[in-house]
T-cell receptor, first 110, second 110 residues
Framework: AQRVTQPEKLLSVFKGAPVELKCNYS??????LFWYVQYSRQRLQLLLRHISRESIKGFTADLNKGETSFHLKKPFAQEEDSAMYYCALRAGGGADGLTFGKGTHLIIQP | DGGITQSPKYLFRKEGQNVTLSCEQN?????MYWYRQDPGQGLRLIYY???????QKGDIAEGYSVSREKKESFPLTVTSAQKNPTAFYLC?????????FGSGTRLTVV
């Protein structure tokens, strides 16, 4: 069975500092990895997918199959980045939904 | 305006009672899911359905039941057998890798 691990429950950084939210996964096949974000009082929404290789709101994430990691990075944090971030994995066609990590609460201090 | 609607937003239940949470989508998505979100636990899959009249247990199905009589609807019943039902429940639907989440129902057992 697949598993997603986010080792940090809480991450606090100052505005303008770099941010890295860690995500490691275990899955025997070829996974699709996602980052979802949940801002206060809002719905869970997709931030980015590894397949897209895009940058959204200044965030990027690279899939490292050797280290089975998909860390989320942003060079300069902004206060509006404060939110809960979830790493998720979609396995083999995705028939059984997404597997989520436990989430990291990111707090950007002014 | 397409999306997922969960109702009610807040629900209170007495111990020993069954309660049904509603989830409706007009996105024409085939797949629907129920997740439970607890602080520090992330999102855990309760049940999912890939097509009408078919559904599968997720990781924490005990004490829950679902039905999928229509493509648009995937109601979740929290039964009295669920030992710790107080939680935030999220419904989602998907087509391929694209997932849409509802705004959630907070269930409190009193």
């Amino acid at each position: 069975a697949q598993r997603v691990t986010q080792p940090e429950k809480l991450l606090s950084v100052f505005k303008g500092a770099p941010v890295e939210l860690k995500c490691n996964y275990s899955y025997s096949g070829s996974p699709e990895l996602f980052w979802y974000v949940q801002y206060s009082r809002q719905r869970l929404q997709l931030l980015l997918r590894h397949i897209s290789r895009e940058s959204i709101k200044g965030f990027t994430a690279d899939l490292n199959k050797g280290e089975t990691s998909f860390h989320l990075k942003k060079p300069f944090a902004q206060e509006e980045d404060s939110a809960m971030y979830y790493c998720a994995l979609r396995a083999g066609g995705g028939a059984d939904g997404l597997t989520f990590g436990k989430g990291t609460h990111l707090i950007i201090q002014p | 305006d397409g999306g997922i609607t969960q109702s009610p937003k807040y629900l209170f239940r007495k111990e020993g009672q069954n309660v049904t949470l509603s989830c409706e989508q007009n996105l024409n998505h085939d797949a629907m899911y129920w997740y439970r979100q607890d602080p520090g636990q992330g999102l855990r899959l309760i049940y999912y359905s890939q097509i009408v009249n078919d559904f599968q247990k997720g990781d924490i199905a005990e004490g829950y039941s679902v039905s999928r009589e229509k493509k648009e609807s995937f109601p979740l019943t929290v039964t009295s057998a669920q030992k710790n039902p107080t939680a935030f429940y999220l419904c989602a639907s998907s087509r391929g890798p694209s997932y849409t989440f509802g705004s959630g129902t907070r269930l409190t057992v009193v």
